[in-house]
């Protein structure tokens, strides 16, 4: 993956570009490795981030996100009391 990778980084520009570019594959990845959607997860990011507090910003962090859905999951699985 690496040599192909290689020709196909030439487009990010800058060393900017290429910091950004790293960043995204690294979030991505990790939300692969979290066991969720990477484009369902950012999509939830990017719905949420502009409102969100700059203070608990690892609230947005993959698997901080993948906890969240897996306890939102439980919760629809379990009855309701009585």
Request: net charge neutral; proline share 5%; glycine share 8%.
């Amino acid at each position: 993956m690496i040599a192909i990778g290689r020709k196909n980084y030439l487009h990010v520009g800058s060393d900017a570009g290429g910091h950004t570019a790293a960043v995204m594959y690294t979030l991505l990845g990790t939300a692969k490795l979290n066991g969720i959607n990477p484009q369902r997860y950012l999509r939830h990011v990017l719905e949420r981030i502009a409102e969100h507090p700059i203070n608990r910003i690892d609230e947005l962090l993959p698997w901080a996100v993948a906890a969240k859905w897996e306890d939102d999951a439980s919760a629809k699985d379990m009855p309701l009391a009585a």
